[in-house]
């Protein structure tokens, strides 16, 4: 089972934000990560985290990073339709890599 | 974006047949992972490679295996499918030379959709 839990799914109106929400359990890890997953292709990273960092903005992507609740998550502002996809989110201590089930956001016109 | 090739991107076998998926990576990293994304369960883990002729199992091994003979090549088999194998099969890399504490991100190549009737 998946020691990082999302939501499974989220539906936006366009030109809203979107805020993916993501917990894990491993205190330990020293990065997180969030992958974008569109129809028939791979994971591509989005952006990361390092532990002792508390916020990171990277143009309409902000992570948020709550280390004391173990709690990430991922808003997208100004949401458009091309970013319908599955985001995931994944934390990372030394070489292994735990990803949680993935968050399908649905952006409506 | 990381040069990685899986192949076939499609596969259609019967149950009992044996199948290879294959990962190709022109980066030149150390280690290299396979996994399958079911709905619901996201990625699992079924074996990963940390070098040359070194590999490791993951969280679901059984059923089977893989060979890394080249650094560039990964190879994960299916000694006799099952229905349950029907999978979307991912391979990633990753570059761990330079140590634990800085960011070393998976790469992923874009699925290899294997469906067993």
């Known amino acids: 089972g998946e020691d990082v839990e999302q939501s499974l799914f989220l539906s936006v109106r366009e030109g809203d934000s979107s805020v993916i929400n993501c917990t894990y359990t491993d205190s330990s890890s020293t990065y997180l990560y969030w992958y974008k997953q569109e129809p028939g292709a791979g994971l591509q990273l989005l952006t990361y985290?390092?532990?002792?960092?508390d916020m990171k903005q990277d143009q309409r992507l902000t992570v948020l990073l709550n280390k004391k609740d173990k709690h990430l998550s991922l808003r997208i502002a100004d949401t458009q339709t091309g970013d319908s996809a599955i985001y995931f989110c994944?934390?990372?201590?030394?070489?292994?890599?735990?990803f949680g089930a993935g968050t399908r956001l649905t952006v409506k016109p | 974006d990381a040069g990685i090739t899986q192949s076939p991107r499609h596969k259609v076998t019967e149950t009992g047949t044996p199948v290879t998926l294959r990962c190709h990576q022109t980066?030149?990293?150390?280690?290299m992972y396979w996994y399958r994304q079911d709905p619901g369960h996201g990625l699992r883990l079924i074996h990963y490679?940390?070098?040359?002729?070194?590999?490791d199992k993951g969280e679901v091994s059984d059923g089977y295996s893989v060979s890394r003979s080249k650094t560039e090549d990964f190879l994960l088999t299916l000694e006799s499918a099952t229905s349950s194998q029907t999978s979307v099969y991912f391979c990633a890399i990753s570059d761990l030379e330079r140590g634990p504490g800085s960011n070393q991100p998976q790469h992923f190549g874009d699925g290899t959709r294997l469906s067993i009737l």
């Open positions: 994944a934390e990372r201590e030394f070489g292994d890599m735990r």
């Open positions: 985290i390092f532990s002792n960092m």
């Open positions: 490679s940390y070098g040359v002729k070194d590999t």
């Open positions: 980066e030149n990293h150390r280690y």
